[in-house]
């Protein structure tokens, strides 16, 4: 855990991010779990034993870690901003039912040819979202 911490604190300062114990809290939230949570969901989970987060602290932490490319924002219901920290190109599975969330290996569909689209519209990138059931809601 000490390593892991150290080494949190050394991937923000390679992104030349101030460490300050709200980023740390948040991103180490974050790289710990792989349920995409929202703003609310990490409060919860910080509040356990960070009483003093705020939701307005979270969002400016998640704010400074999405400028430097250590956590991006996923859409993928209208109006909720969900947040990862698996910033490699990756697809992800929603299920319809229970709302859960789980990454899909970029490699597991083939290439899209982004220059099939209609002259005129330049692509630059995608990745896919699955909508189904997963496996407990189709048990
Ligand atoms: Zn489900
Ligand atoms: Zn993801």
Redo the contacts with the bound molecule.
Sequence with gaps: MQQEASAIVQTLKSKGLRVTPQRFAVYANLLSRADHPTVEQILTDLNKDFPLSSQATIYSSLQALREVGLVREVLLEQGVSRYDAHIEPHHHFY?R??G?IEDIAWDTFECIQLNSLRPGLRGESYEVTIQG??D??NA
């Design positions: 299920c039912q229970c859960a059931l997963c407990r809601c």
